[in-house]
């Protein structure tokens, strides 16, 4: 009889403590949230090929390129594309360079995104502007393309335009007709010799997505 008096009140007290127990969440599910909400796409625009390297329109592989430079971390081949890793601050920024050439960006954007399970707010897209004199920052968190081929794909890829988008301002500098010549052309030598200071800017904008958060770098680093 005492046995199953003492059994009755062992089992009431452990009913009475699992009710009161908060839902377990496992290690590996906390870092998955983590690892979510803390890792950003960086998106570089531009063309491969030894000819493309140092022409205004890839300024987008030339900014992830000076960061990982930077930062030590390198660039592997990967599906559609090259990636570096760079952690900073508990976040991680996944730095792609796609290789689909600028007019299919998206098809890489798309799949990277999908990938490392990356929120749309979380993307960055690095890109040339002809509309903005060289040098000059512009960050938005969405528009148009504004006729660039590599923002064209993406919004299609995508079907939105509501991601975040870093223009570097390359100016209009050319003579009727020659626009692409001019774009697909190299700096010349005032903006070789600039280039360092913008790219350092550059870099430290990267970061501040990431850790700062979109409103706060707007506010910081645009028309600079």
């Avoid at 590996?28 to 090929?49: A, R, T, Y």
């Avoid at 999908?114 to 979380?122: A, H, T």
């Avoid at 010799?193 to 506010?219: Q, V």
Wanted: proline share 2%; net charge neutral; aromatic share 10%.
């Amino acid at each position: 009889m005492i046995k199953w008096i003492s059994n009755l009140f062992s089992s009431t007290k452990t009913e009475d403590n699992t009710d009161c127990m908060k839902p377990e969440v496992h290690e590996h599910q906390k870092n998955n949230i983590e690892s979510v909400s803390n890792k950003f796409l960086i998106v570089g625009l531009g063309n491969i090929g030894a000819e493309y390297v140092n022409t205004r329109h890839n300024i987008g592989f030339k900014i992830v390129d000076f960061l990982a430079r930077k930062e030590g971390v390198s660039f592997e081949t990967v599906k559609l594309g090259s990636l570096a890793e760079y952690k900073f601050k508990g976040r991680t920024f996944l730095l792609l360079k796609p290789n689909t050439y600028m007019n299919l960006s998206g098809k890489a954007v798309q799949y990277w995104m999908d990938k490392e399970n990356i929120p749309l707010e979380n993307i960055l897209v690095i890109t040339d502007d002809l509309n903005l004199s060289f040098g000059t920052i512009r960050i938005k968190p969405k528009g148009s393309d504004g006729g660039h081929n590599g923002l064209k794909n993406i919004n299609l890829a995508l079907n939105t335009q509501n991601y975040t988008r870093f223009r570097f301002g390359i100016s209009d500098e050319f003579k009727k007709g020659k626009q692409v010549d001019y774009v697909l052309g190299d700096w010349d030598d005032a903006e070789k010799a600039a280039l360092p200071e913008r790219l350092e800017l550059a870099s430290e904008i990267i970061k501040s997505f990431g850790t700062a958060g979109l409103e706060n770098t707007m506010t910081t680093f645009n028309g600079k």
